[in-house]
């Protein structure tokens, strides 16, 4: 994996470029209205007179069923419906879209490292213990950290030295502080969910979390250009989305460190 996380930081990069410019204002505008002057179009021209006689060729030169024409605009592509549609979900429910799709990455993650070791059977509790852990845990945690750390560290606003520094500064707060607790967190729910006591899981967490923390830590530093354009340039309205799709890879490294002690 460390080999490749280049390339994939690259085309992860390529997609959320493109998922934020097409769902940019630009894209999602609606028709203009074009406004109409009921007044001007009716023959019922108050009778005043007009300084210089204007209202005789005023009241010659509009025919009274003109109409305003109205231009017909193509109807949005049909390639941006799903991302219209999930922008209205997180408009709607966004601690809810935003959890859903933290399962969807979870899950999608401990695939890739199952497939990445295909000499072990596949064992689908593994995967429905790391989707249930985004669902609860991850998911719930990011899109409220992320709002506290825009809200203290603002990249939306301010000079662009101030945008830069902060955007720093949440890149930190996310892969020193954050991530520690979200393999903590993977350790702990996923242990519980794939039934193991307590006590085996505080054991594991003892003689690897450092180990796994490093490695996660390695990864980082491969996705580190991504997360900083996440935190920079995107929204924090779609940011965690694109968190998430960076987090297939950081999953999987995740999910391999964790199964190889419970094989």
């Not at 605009?73 to 408009?91: C, G």
């Not at 899950?107 to 429905?128: N, S």
């Not at 506290?148 to 890149?171: C, H, I, M, W």
């Not at 530093?221 to 354009?229: K, R, Y």
Request: aromatic share 10%; glycine share 4%.
């Amino acid at each position: 994996i460390p080999r490749q996380i280049p390339l994939l930081s690259s085309a992860t990069l390529l997609i959320i470029f493109i998922s934020f410019h097409l769902t940019s204002p630009l894209h999602t505008l609606p028709p203009f209205p074009i406004p109409r002057f009921p007044a001007l179009c009716s023959s019922n021209i108050p009778s005043s007179p007009l300084p210089h006689q204007a209202a005789p060729v005023l009241a010659t030169n509009i025919d009274a069923t003109a109409q305003v024409p109205t231009p017909r605009l193509s109807p949005p592509s049909q390639s941006l419906a799903p991302l219209e549609h999930y922008s209205t979900l997180l408009s709607r429910s966004p601690l809810l879209t935003k959890s859903v799709t933290a399962a969807v990455i979870g899950a999608l993650g401990d695939v890739l490292a199952q497939f990445l070791t295909p000499q072990a059977p596949f064992r689908p509790i593994r995967t429905v213990s790391f989707a249930l852990e985004g669902l609860l845990v991850s998911g719930p945690f990011m899109s409220v950290s992320y709002a506290y750390l825009e809200d203290r560290f603002p990249t939306e606003v301010g000079s662009s030295r101030d945008k830069l520094q902060n955007a720093f500064q949440q890149l930190l707060v996310d892969n020193l502080i954050m991530d520690a607790f979200f393999v903590l967190s993977s350790f702990v729910t996923t242990g519980f969910l794939q039934g193991l006591k307590m006590r085996v899981i505080g054991n594991e967490l003892r003689q690897h979390f450092a180990s796994s923390w490093l490695a996660c830590m390695s990864t980082n530093a491969g996705l580190a250009p991504v997360e900083f354009t996440l935190f920079r340039f995107v929204p924090l309205k779609w940011r965690t989305l694109g968190m998430n799709l960076t987090d297939v890879i950081w999953t999987a490294v995740l999910s391999l460190s964790a199964s190889r002690l419970r094989a």
